[in-house]
């Protein structure tokens, strides 16, 4: 692509640098910004991300004090423990409304063929909070993927010298699927772990 | 999407104005912009949009100085006129390298469902434009959409009066299509508007 302005230019290359953005697309962007009035707001928002958010020195999830308003809750479960990988995912597990206990959010999950390994995540702060922290039981709440996988084994071995009870999520056929047309490993996975009935109707 | 800080849920709201961009996509540009080292270049990039960037006082194209470096270029073809919707068709006709005339900048095509009408567009410029300059030939080079040949019909009532050629850029079928797949509008307008054999060789 050649354009006629340095800045036009410049940025297309820094919106080109956020995720799933190419160069067409962040040049929809940009023309689109310079039509706008204000972009003020924007330019605004964007430095008090850096500037006004911090990690919560307890779970690492974003928020904008030391302590996040989960980890600063006294109501909340402070014996059980979900390890997440991010912050979309305390937001959707939030949104459930079915967990009262506490978070530890990774950062990631470990990947080597991106160059991801267990030091670029949060997972000794997990090893310190189980010596702390009153903590009964640890449930894994990663990704259904290889990388998923592989960072849920990992805190696994990492976390057997401790008194804990560690559970991971359900994987199963989702609620609305059809059995027809679910892969054969969910399947499979679904009936080994089949749960007694009244299972169902009793959520806590 | 229910957020545990202000500042997302503010930053996720700005970002989903963004063309294409829904509250999802929103909200992983922000978490990928909390992870970076350096957001600064966004925010400043974002200003200098619309503090340096102008639109040229002839096309109406965007550039850096009142006069873009395409109008005020004397090599390019001052009787030739190229009307086109906005700058990315600019730098897809000049990426072609094969017209060397001027542009005219709509900013937009009319569009009554979305109330863009023929005032919100550069369409009174252009007529005098018609008045000023040596202008020899008008080509419409607008999409091939309803808009834009709605676009396309006003424009060529409004430059009734003046005497320039009016032409438009040819319809058929693109470079590397096959006849099978192309649909019936685009081959019977390929065929009406058939070429002699050798202008497929000579480009000017």
Redesign the interface.
């Known amino acids: 692509?050649?354009?006629?302005?340095?800045?036009?230019e410049?940025?297309v290359e820094?919106?080109a640098q956020?995720?799933?953005?190419g160069k067409k697309?962040a040049?929809?962007?940009?023309?689109?910004?310079?039509?706008q009035n204000d972009?003020?707001?924007?330019?605004?928002?964007?430095?008090?991300?850096?500037t006004?958010?911090k990690f919560c020195s307890k779970c690492q999830?974003?928020?904008?004090s030391t302590v996040?308003?989960?980890c600063s809750n006294p109501v909340r479960d402070q014996s059980l423990l979900c390890v997440v990988q991010?912050?979309?995912d305390?937001?959707a597990i939030?949104?459930t409304g079915l967990y009262k206990g506490l978070y530890h959010v990774l950062?990631g999950l470990i990947s080597p063929m991106e160059g991801v390994g267990p030091g670029h995540l949060n997972i000794d702060s997990l090893s310190a909070r189980m010596e702390e922290s009153k903590v009964k039981e640890v449930i894994l709440a990663l990704n259904a993927t290889m990388e998923g996988e592989t960072t849920s084994f990992y805190i696994y071995r990492k976390l057997a010298p401790y008194k804990v009870k560690l559970s991971a999520i359900a994987r199963g056929i989702a609620v609305g699927d059809e059995l027809e047309y679910t892969d054969e490993a969910t399947l499979g996975r679904s009936i080994a772990n089949r749960q007694p009935f009244s299972a169902f109707f009793s959520v806590e």
Do not use: W
């Open positions: 692509m050649q354009f006629s302005s340095k800045i036009i410049q940025a820094t919106f956020l995720p799933g953005v697309t040049l929809r962007y940009v023309l689109h910004l310079i039509k972009t003020e707001q924007l330019a605004q928002i964007i430095r008090q991300l850096k006004d958010l999830n974003i928020c904008e996040c308003d989960i991010d912050y979309r305390v937001m939030e949104n950062g």
